[in-house]
């Protein structure tokens, strides 16, 4: 059964009021996951949902390795936190970690044919839905049986299921060391996808500052993955929720920070951050002085001194996400969620699937937006801008009706528009919702597609085409409609509750609709078309 349609108020400040929140559910478009390491179970589902559903995967801390090689699960491990992330459409893979153990990690890989059965066995008791393998700081010695455990694992569980690894950045092509345990081509053969942890650039025990990821280093780890032959749809962009401390004295060197204690702190003492264009990166510097409170974070203290912090801001992470596009991969990861600055997903999405529209951000509807520009139903007027606030043209509102009336295919005759010439954009639309019976001309047979299209206008228009009536009409819709050619049409979508007046009750038929209002119109009456 068909949802009826909520009601659209007409006018920026009452549609203010009725922006709809996040559905809560799993994203479309590209992949998206990210790890749950910090916190407890019982916060876990909050975590998730802050995200505002962007997510596809979430890992969690639930299996760990024993001395002997054998599966440890976790005390974290959740049912019921599983069975709320499958209510959102959220697959649930924990990582295997042997947490830069290297003893652990090679006991491991020793026992991996007990161990692969293990893991097969906990993904089906507790209906995982697969398993994120993290397993660091080993060697090239230990490279081939690092790739049998992936294969092992992948023989042993479902196809549906997930077999995903977790691989070090190799922007410099290094074949020994931690990084040449990773076989990256062979390890994407026995998984769906290979996930970069393309960060600590500069690291823990780092003596000099630096970004965790600069723009070269993940350009440079991303076209290592590829220039050894992992497919594309396998190769997955980790991006840091963190940043690293350094001190001027010397003292602390590449302490980790999440990404929102870094504004925190500049409140608390000052200081300022600068956007690095040669490296992508975020950089922050202030001073604690003498008789300031102090403050720990961890097991990290920041007492008398000045510290710099490089790390991860906005403006980073999305060039971070517009990578994605750039080289055609699957997708992005992230280490870790809480903590990532809290605005981080207001735009996550949308920069991940290349909507880079800079002034629709905050807006009323940038939710109805954001819909409209998932289902195709609208585009920018540039590469930067959708220009919500700009009036909708009457050829824009034809080639908005049939793309959602899935009419696009279709081959139609020359409308008869005078005022339509061949070489017009929407030419073809036109036509097609001319035939269509959606749009008409005026008497001298012209369309005027270049003019804003009224709002008594866009209610005739839907009203066709949801093939709406007016029932018995006992009194005027609005007290500014009461009478004229669209009297009938914006009654019946008044009868509907589709349209309601403004904040003075009114329906303004003649002022033009904006690109926000149709957004927000279209996605509320998506169940009826």
């Known amino acids: 059964?068909?949802?009826?349609?909520?009601?659209?108020?007409?006018?920026?400040?009452?549609?203010?009021?009725?922006?709809?929140?996040?559905?809560?559910?799993?994203?479309?478009?590209?992949?998206?996951?990210?790890?749950?390491?910090?916190?407890?179970?019982?916060?876990?589902?909050?975590?998730?949902?802050?995200?505002?559903g962007a997510l596809h995967v979430v890992s969690p801390d639930f299996f760990n390795i024993n001395a002997d090689g054998s599966l440890k699960l976790t005390s974290k491990l959740s049912a019921s936190f599983i069975a709320e992330m499958h209510k959102r459409g959220i697959k649930v893979v924990p990582f295997l970690s042997n947490h830069w153990g290297q003893a652990l990690g090679r006991?491991?890989?020793?026992?991996?044919?007990?161990?692969?059965?293990?893991?097969?066995?906990?993904?089906?008791?507790?209906?995982?839905?697969?398993?994120?393998?993290?397993?660091?700081?080993l060697t090239e010695?230990?490279?081939?049986?690092?790739?049998?455990?992936?294969?092992?694992?992948?023989?042993?569980?479902?196809?549906?299921?997930e077999v995903s690894v977790a691989v070090a950045a190799n922007p410099n092509g290094y074949s020994v060391g931690w990084h040449g345990s990773y076989d990256y081509k062979k390890l994407s053969d026995y998984s769906d996808y290979l996930m970069i942890m393309a960060y600590d650039e500069n690291y823990a025990g780092d003596p000099t500052p630096g970004p965790v990821a600069s723009d070269a280093f993940v350009k440079r780890s991303i076209q290592y993955a590829l220039d050894r032959g992992v497919p594309k749809d396998k190769t997955v962009l980790g991006i840091p929720?963190?940043?690293?401390?350094?001190?001027?004295?010397?003292?602390?060197?590449?302490?980790?920070?999440?990404?929102?204690?870094?504004?925190?702190?500049?409140?608390?003492?000052?200081?300022?951050?600068?956007?690095?264009?040669?490296?992508?990166?975020?950089k922050a510097t202030f001073t604690v002085k003498a008789g300031d409170p102090v403050t720990t974070i961890g097991s990290t203290t920041f007492g008398t001194g000045?510290?710099?912090?490089?790390?991860?801001?906005?403006?980073?992470?999305?060039?971070?996400?517009?990578?994605?596009?750039?080289?055609?991969?699957?997708?992005?990861?992230?280490?870790?969620?809480?903590?990532?600055?809290?605005?981080?997903?207001?735009?996550?999405?949308?920069?991940?699937?290349?909507?880079?529209?800079?002034?629709?951000?905050?807006?009323?509807?940038?939710?109805?937006?954001?819909?409209?520009l998932d289902k195709g139903w609208m585009v920018g007027t540039s590469p930067l801008k959708f220009s919500p606030n700009l009036p909708l043209t009457r050829a824009q509102a034809a080639v908005i009706l049939v793309k959602a009336m899935g009419l696009e295919e279709r081959t139609a005759p020359h409308a008869g528009f005078y005022d339509v010439q061949a070489s017009h954009w929407a030419k073809r639309h036109i036509d097609i919702a001319k035939q269509a019976g959606f749009i008409s001309g005026d008497e001298y047979k012209n369309f005027r597609p270049d003019d804003k299209?009224?709002?008594?206008?866009?209610?005739?228009?839907?009203?066709?085409?949801?093939?709406?009536?007016a029932g018995d009409v006992t009194e005027h819709p609005f007290p500014d409609v009461t009478g004229g050619w669209a009297y009938d049409a914006v009654a019946a979508m008044k009868q509907e509750g589709i349209l309601a007046g403004n904040e003075r009750g009114l329906f303004k038929p003649l002022d033009g609709t904006s690109r926000a209002e149709m957004a927000s119109l279209m996605n509320r009456i998506q169940d009826r078309l």
């Open 1 to 52: 059964m068909r949802t009826r349609a909520k009601s659209l108020i007409v006018g920026l400040l009452t549609a203010a009021l009725l922006l709809p929140g996040s559905s809560g559910f799993a994203a479309d478009g590209k992949f998206n996951m990210s790890y749950l390491y910090f916190g407890s179970t019982s916060t876990y589902v909050a975590t998730v949902d802050s995200t505002k």
């Open 306 to 372: 000045t510290y710099t912090i490089w790390y991860e801001n906005e403006a980073s992470i999305k060039e971070k996400l517009r990578l994605v596009g750039v080289y055609g991969i699957k997708g992005t990861g992230s280490w870790s969620l809480t903590q990532e600055e809290p605005g981080t997903w207001d735009y996550y999405s949308r920069w991940l699937n290349g909507r880079y529209f800079t002034d629709t951000e905050g807006h009323w509807a940038a939710g109805d937006i954001l819909a409209m």
């Open 453 to 469: 299209i009224a709002r008594q206008e866009m209610a005739s228009m839907l009203a066709r085409i949801l093939n709406l009536q």
């Open 241 to 282: 929720f963190f940043g690293r401390a350094w001190s001027a004295d010397g003292k602390m060197k590449g302490a980790g920070v999440s990404n929102w204690h870094v504004p925190q702190l500049l409140q608390k003492y000052g200081g300022r951050i600068v956007y690095d264009g040669a490296t992508k990166s975020a």
């Open 107 to 137: 006991s491991a890989l020793k026992n991996r044919e007990r161990l692969s059965t293990q893991i097969a066995d906990a993904i089906s008791t507790y209906d995982l839905d697969g398993v994120n393998i993290d397993l660091e700081n």
């Open 141 to 161: 010695a230990d490279r081939a049986n690092y790739t049998d455990l992936v294969r092992l694992i992948n023989a042993k569980i479902p196809a549906h299921k």
